[in-house]
């Protein structure tokens, strides 16, 4: 389908007509479409369709798997909706009874070897819900696309996990007054299998490293962890990029400089300083790139699923999830006219620092026909999720623009 545009950027009436053709119904709120925009249920291919609702695999050596946005609707995010984001194997060999944790650096007073059994006997335990989101979620929405896999929405969970926090263990080992950093080191295989190479080995600053929040954990949902997601021991850093909890972990190194693991090195999880044009080649140097660290604010319309179709005139329901990093989430507003108007939600407290709120709302579809619903969070510093895809960069990270379902009302 050929659509055209005005001279201001709106769809032609002919192109307007043939969209409601092509929809069977007419698009409610068509004189509020935006410049240039193409109605999502098009870019969502059978939309309006009953779709099926299964994990969505990217790959499989290593394992990346996404979870379809409707099935991220629990509070606490069920083992089996959690998104997988591998970079290596899966260690052949994972046995709790002697696997060991070992804390070492050039900034540890000392290097110390912990059992499993000897983490939960000495240390307090805690538990926290966590949003962990891979920094290319949304990636698929950037364009020219971009390198990595192409994750819609769903690269993201809310989980609950048990363990101690690094601090304390940081605490017992003793570390110096030129420690800046920690990184990671699991026992993963690297996809070539060559034992000299690490599939991934990344980390944070020391003072995100010593947040209470930091968990050293053994429990996911109050059982042990699966082996996807890490079992029998995972570093779990909230707020941040996924990739920096470290599953299976071994090993952690207390460093007087920015980590230099595998994964820190080029663009990986990190953005252009300055903004660049679409495609452009950026030098892969510290000069031109930033590590990225807290992750933007974001949400979700978790219910009902896109394509959903809801009586005409009928209150329906919505509900979703919203997080924004390091920070909380301040408010929430939901849109069935493109952006026009915007209804404030109903907005939950987290259950703890660095867990997702939730939200929820009511709306009518006046009359028949296509709408779309758009959702926008803003955090605690007054920033706001972008109407259209943030600037582009080469690894395809941070899209956090306004996510969107599309409704039919009969």
């Not at 660049?276 to 219910?303: A, H, R, W």
């Not at 009518?364 to 943030?390: F, H």
């Amino acid at each position: 389908m050929k659509l055209k545009f005005d001279r201001r950027g709106f769809l032609q009436k002919a192109s307007l007509t043939a969209l409601t053709t092509a929809l069977g119904t007419e698009i409610v709120f068509a004189n509020k479409l935006p410049k240039n925009y193409i109605p999502f249920v098009f870019g969502e291919k059978d939309a309006l369709k009953d779709k099926n609702s299964a994990m969505i695999v990217l790959g499989d050596r290593p394992w990346n798997v996404e979870t379809p946005v409707d099935l991220l609707d629990d509070r606490i995010t069920p083992v089996e909706k959690m998104f997988i984001r591998n970079n290596g194997l899966i260690p052949e060999k994972l046995d709790a009874s002697t696997w060991t944790l070992t804390i070492d650096g050039e900034s540890a007073q000392k290097s110390k070897t912990y059992t499993l059994a000897d983490l939960k006997k000495r240390f307090k335990h805690y538990t926290y819900q966590l949003v962990l989101e891979c920094g290319g979620n949304g990636r698929s929405g950037f364009q020219p696309q971009t390198s990595g896999n192409t994750w819609g929405q769903g690269a993201v969970h809310c989980a609950q996990w048990t363990g101690v926090r690094l601090k304390d263990i940081l605490k017992d080992v003793g570390i110096k007054s030129d420690a800046v950093y920690i990184g990671y080191h699991s026992n993963d295989i690297h996809l070539s299998r060559d034992p000299k190479k690490e599939a991934i080995s990344r980390g944070v600053p020391i003072a995100k490293a010593l947040e209470d929040e930091t968990l050293i954990a053994w429990q996911l949902n109050g059982k042990d962890i699966p082996e996807f997601h890490g079992f029998p021991l995972r570093l779990v850093i909230g707020g941040w990029p996924a990739s920096v909890s470290g599953k299976w972990l071994s090993r952690i190194s207390v460093r007087n400089k920015v980590h230099d693991g595998a994964k820190m090195e080029g663009h990986s999880y990190k953005i252009p300083k300055n903004p660049v044009m679409p495609g452009e080649d950026v030098p892969q140097t510290d000069e031109y790139f930033k590590i990225i660290e807290s992750m933007p604010v974001k949400s979700l319309i978790t219910y009902p699923k896109t394509g959903a179709i809801i009586p005409a005139g009928k209150e329906v329901e919505l509900r979703g999830h919203a997080w924004a990093g390091d920070l909380s989430v301040k408010t929430v507003h939901i849109s069935i006219d493109f952006g026009a108007t915007w209804q404030a939600c109903k907005l939950e407290e987290a259950a703890n620092r660095l867990a997702w709120q939730h939200w929820n709302a009511k709306v009518q579809l006046p009359v028949k026909g296509y709408y779309e619903v758009w959702v926008r969070a803003t955090d605690s510093n007054n920033v706001a999720q972008p109407m259209v895809i943030p600037a582009w960069n080469p690894g395809g990270y941070l899209n956090n623009a306004c996510e969107r379902i599309a409704l039919k009302a009969e």
